[in-house]
């Protein structure tokens, strides 16, 4: 495994799937929880595999305020913090990170994600679920050079063509 920006929707997902998950995910099929139970327990057992987070602390603070210390994927989060490698964001005034114009339509709580992701030049890759917002900016990325990991592709795909 290589370094990763990690949407939380992975965290949420995987924490739902996993055996002791005091909650369930309702939109996915179990099937579908399980490969990214699957991806994040690989993940962490990856010594090599490093969480990289911005300098703000916004993606970790956004983990802590949806997960519980309960959760598998905030268990996970907390083992690598060790390892974690930090890039530089920028934010605005009302605490949205800055990105490039060109991704100025994308979603305001995902920019630090996105801010990290363009940060770190290719060196990871932004890692997701089920939000399919990382669609709609997908060739923007790869034209930059920049990687996303789509752990549930045929099923996001799917569901981006329904809402489009």
Same mark, same amino acid.
């Given at each position: 495994?290589?370094d990763?920006?990690?949407?939380?929707? @992975? !965290?949420?997902?995987?924490?739902?799937? /996993?055996?002791?998950?005091?909650?369930?995910d309702?939109d996915?099929?179990? +099937?579908?929880?399980?490969?990214?139970?699957?991806?994040?327990a690989?993940f962490?057992?990856?010594? &090599?595999?490093?969480?990289v987070?911005d300098?703000?602390w916004?993606? /970790?603070?956004?983990?802590?305020?949806?997960?519980?210390?309960?959760? =598998?994927?905030?268990?996970?989060v907390?083992?690598?913090?060790? &390892?974690?490698r930090?890039?530089? @964001?920028s934010?605005?005034?009302?605490?949205?990170?800055?990105?490039?114009?060109?991704?100025?339509? =994308?979603?305001? &709580?995902?920019?630090k994600?996105?801010?990290?992701?363009?940060?770190?030049?290719?060196?990871?890759?932004l890692?997701n679920?089920?939000?399919t917002?990382? !669609?709609?900016i +997908?060739?923007?990325?790869?034209?930059?050079?920049?990687r996303?990991?789509?752990?549930l592709?045929?099923w996001?795909?799917?569901?981006y063509?329904?809402? /489009?």
């Amino acid at each position: 495994m290589a370094d990763h920006i990690v949407d939380t929707n @992975v !965290l949420l997902v995987a924490s739902a799937a /996993h055996p002791y998950s005091p909650f369930a995910d309702s939109d996915l099929p179990l +099937e579908q929880q399980q490969v990214v139970l699957d991806w994040l327990a690989a993940f962490r057992e990856d010594a &090599s595999g490093r969480m990289v987070w911005d300098t703000g602390w916004k993606i /970790h603070q956004e983990y802590r305020n949806k997960l519980t210390d309960q959760d =598998f994927g905030l268990l996970v989060v907390t083992e690598k913090m060790a &390892s974690a490698r930090f890039v530089e @964001v920028s934010y605005d005034s009302t605490g949205a990170a800055i990105v490039p114009a060109e991704f100025g339509d =994308f979603d305001r &709580s995902d920019r630090k994600l996105l801010a990290s992701l363009l940060a770190d030049g290719g060196q990871s890759s932004l890692v997701n679920a089920t939000d399919t917002d990382w !669609l709609e900016i +997908e060739d923007r990325l790869l034209a930059r050079g920049l990687r996303l990991e789509l752990l549930l592709e045929r099923w996001l795909r799917a569901k981006y063509a329904e809402k /489009h």
